[in-house]
């Protein structure tokens, strides 16, 4: 594709923006501190069915579901006296059919507390029916949450899905049992292991004062990929901890998609930003900001969509920051960490990169910036201490050390 081409494209995105917004009919308005209004706590960034890859596991979204329970436990940056959940079959290819969702306070493994379970709804009925390309929320459930708690979630699927809709680096563990478990507190009857979530993308809360959700918007450094797996220690979920910390009531949504590119599609890590910006940011309740760290993917060597230039890539980053400004929200732009030393690693890709850093750093276009590279690069490598092992994913260390450089009162 030609730079005129590209640029064409992020123009249609932003139309196409515009009109998905005006289609979703939602409401992402700063929110006060008010009890009665609708906060999402937790997200994860929907994908189309992709294989399986050997050096992260097994995911069961090329085949899908057809008689089972599946299982998801997710951990709350906020809370409240009641819940709903957001399920979407937005890359479905066929109705998807719920034949019932619980949710309980997680306990060990795919286990529920006793006694915590609560049934689902869906304009007033157990079951549902989800058309292919759409979202749907539940209907508010009475629930008393608190921020780092974890719930389960338990989907029944009693009709062959398809491929499944899902989010593939969810640096946790899902579970799956044949037939209906339901309202089984146990986990004895899951045996099936995966690490993604199926379906499940939003989790929200009222009830309690709020004063606006932060997105952290990106690519795999913000799924988190290279972090333990199971100990939450993305730069989001260190992010929510701090505000809690601090005593703000500030809950943080990971939008987050591994391989994810500003400028370009993936057949495997899904749409572009400037055309999920919409679904995974805007159309969310409660958001007050969002933190872009993005890019990282287009600047790759393996990028089979060809060489881009800084121009563009700004130019996609302006796009993202107006969208996010015409729903009043306020925009932190990251600093793209390095890839030295790694497979993705070329000259012009190191040059360009220092380039985009740059104009995020001085420009004035976004509302904030904290500076990522600064904080984990070594010229044009992550430094050791922070380093997964592949020289582009951050560990444990790397992700609250990010964290920790974002002002709070910028958010």
Known sequence: MTGIAKLRRHRRSVVIAAALLAALGTTAAPAQADQGRWAAVWGAAAQP???????YGVNWSEQGFTDDSVRQVVRLTGGGTRIRIRLSNIYGTKPLHIAGAMVG???????????????????????????????????????????????????RLDAPTGPATFHHFAMTTSYRAPGDHLDDTGATAFTQHSDSWYYLTGVETSGRAHRGTVVAFGDSLTD???STKGADARY???????????????????????????????????????????????????????????GVNDLAAWNETGPVT?????????????????????????????????????????????????????SGEYD?????DRIVANSDRIRAAYDSGDHIHLNDAGYRAVADAVDLDAL
């Open 49 to 55: 069915a992709v294989p399986t890859a050997d050096w």
């Open 105 to 155: 306070y997680a306990g060990i493994g795919a286990a529920v507390e006793a006694g915590s379970l609560r049934t689902l709804r869906f304009g007033g009925t157990d079951a549902t029916v989800v058309p292919p390309g759409r979202e749907i929320v539940s209907d508010a459930t009475p629930f008393r949450t608190s921020t780092g708690d974890r719930v389960a979630v338990t989907l």
């Open 224 to 226: 988190g990929v290279g």
């Open 236 to 294: 989001p979920d260190r992010l929510a901890e701090r505000l809690e910390a601090a005593g703000l009531p500030r809950s943080v949504v990971n939008a987050g998609i591994g391989g994810n590119r500003v400028l370009t599609d993936s057949p495997i890590y899904g749409e572009h930003a400037l055309t999920r910006f919409s679904r995974d940011v805007l159309a969310r309740p409660g958001v007050r900001s969002v933190i872009i760290l993005d």
């Open 310 to 362: 800084c121009a563009q890539i700004i130019d996609g980053h302006r796009t993202l920051i107006r969208l996010a400004h015409a729903r009043g929200l306020r925009v932190i732009g990251a600093t793209i960490t390095p890839m030295g030393a790694s497979a993705a690693y070329s000259p012009d890709g190191e040059r360009i990169r220092q380039q985009v850093n740059h104009w995020i750093r001085t």
């Open 368 to 372: 904030a910036v904290v500076d990522f």
